[in-house]
């Protein structure tokens, strides 16, 4: 049973045409995080919430946003993709910010 | 700057040996330490947490924290070809974000 499910698993959009992967869960968790992840390298935090406060990272591109509507979804949103985006995007969650995180499938995003 | 490091390998063992994979960190203050394991094109699964100095296993894993020497360890006993995975090192001080390591790529040899 999934319990952070994502879709899609695989997108592919143009260079500059905005696109939104989404993220779901079941667990309740308070934490939702969002993390990049291009070939051989380790995972790239993007943002995260916790509840509704929204923490960005800092070298986090402007034109990726996030949205969490309610305790069980978060929206990924990136404006003008670039060729340089693409990569495996990660959701994952937590309790608490200081516990275990548990991911998603990912969701494939190729930039074309 | 908060860094993990991990040998990136391949690390390859025999069937039935014990892989050993280690992890060093930088911040001092980090108290908690998670070994993840990620197939080739899949999300990272969590697989150990430990928090506190010394052993502690699950099942065919055991994984080690030694502070002092900011070192932490992850053992597969008995490895099976289905081990073959990158294993992902991510250490964390509070509640400040988890800092991965590039992971080290085990391959189990039948």
């Known amino acids: 049973d999934a319990m952070v499910i994502q879709n899609p698993r695989y997108q592919v959009t143009q260079f500059g045409k905005p696109v939104t992967l989404s993220c779901s869960q079941t667990l309740n968790h308070n934490v939702m995080y969002w993390y990049q992840q291009k070939s051989s390298q380790a995972p790239k935090l993007l943002f995260h919430y916790y509840d509704k406060d929204f923490n960005n990272e800092a070298d986090t591109p402007d034109n990726f946003q996030s949205r969490r509507p309610n305790t069980s979804f978060c929206f990924l949103d990136i404006r003008s993709p670039g060729l340089g985006d693409t990569a495996m995007y990660l959701c994952?969650?937590?309790?608490?910010?200081?516990?275990?995180?548990?991911f998603g499938d990912g969701t494939r995003l190729s930039i074309l | 700057q908060k860094e993990v490091e991990q040998n990136s390998g391949p690390l390859s063992v025999p069937e039935g040996a014990i892989a050993s994979l280690n992890c060093t960190y930088s911040?001092?203050?980090?108290?908690?330490f998670f070994w993840y394991r990620q197939y080739s094109g899949k999300s990272p699964e969590l697989i150990m947490s430990?928090?506190?100095?010394g052993d502690k296993e699950d099942g065919r894993f055991t994984a080690q924290l030694n502070k002092a020497s900011q070192y932490v360890s992850l053992l597969i006993r008995d490895s099976q070809p289905s081990d073959s995975a990158t294993y992902l090192c991510a250490v964390q001080s509070g509640n400040t974000p988890l800092v991965f390591g590039k992971g080290t790529r085990l391959s189990v040899i039948a």
């Open positions: 911040d001092r203050v980090s108290q908690s």
């Open positions: 430990i928090y506190s100095n």
């Open positions: 994952a969650t937590s309790r608490q910010r200081n516990q275990p995180q548990h």
